[in-house]
C-alpha cells in the first residue's frame, strides 16, 4: 500500500503562484510514475503533469506555466502565472501499473480574479 498526503492548496489571485507538495509512503518502491490530477467542479479529473524518472510531461493547458518535480519520496508542483480556470482539487497519483494506482485526498485550489 501506498499512502498520498497533499498540501499546499489554497486561495490565490489571478497572476500568482503557488506549490504543492505530495508526501509518499508505504511501499513506494517500483512506482516510477507519479502524476498531479486536477478535478474541477462538474468536470472530470483531468491529468495535469507526470514524472516519470526525471522525464515530465504537462496538461497542454498548464504548460510553461507548472512544473512538476521529484525528490524521493516528496512529488511537487509549482504552479506559476495561476488563472481562474486553474482552481480544482489537486490530487497526486502513485503509478502502481497501467490499471492500478494510489490517490492522495487532494488539495483545494482556488484562485481569485
Known amino acids: 500500500q501506498v499512502q498520498l498526503v497533499e498540501s499546499g492548496g489554497g486561495l490565490v489571485q489571478t497572476g500568482g503562484s503557488l506549490r504543492l507538495s505530495c508526501a509518499a509512503s508505504?511501499?513506494?518502491?517500483?512506482?516510477?510514475?507519479m502524476a498531479w490530477y486536477r478535478q474541477a467542479p462538474g468536470k472530470q479529473r483531468e491529468l495535469v503533469a507526470t514524472?516519470?524518472?526525471?522525464t515530465t510531461t504537462y496538461a497542454d493547458s498548464v504548460k510553461g506555466r507548472f512544473t512538476i518535480s521529484r525528490d524521493n519520496n516528496m512529488v511537487y508542483l509549482q504552479m506559476n502565472s495561476l488563472k481562474p480556470e486553474d482552481a480544482a482539487v489537486y490530487y497526486c497519483?502513485?503509478?502502481?501499473?497501467?490499471?492500478?494506482?494510489?490517490w492522495g485526498q487532494g488539495t483545494q485550489v482556488t484562485v481569485s480574479s
Open positions: 514524472i516519470n524518472s526525471g
Open positions: 508505504g511501499s513506494m518502491f517500483g512506482i516510477a510514475v
Open positions: 497519483y502513485a503509478k502502481r501499473s497501467s490499471i492500478y494506482g494510489y
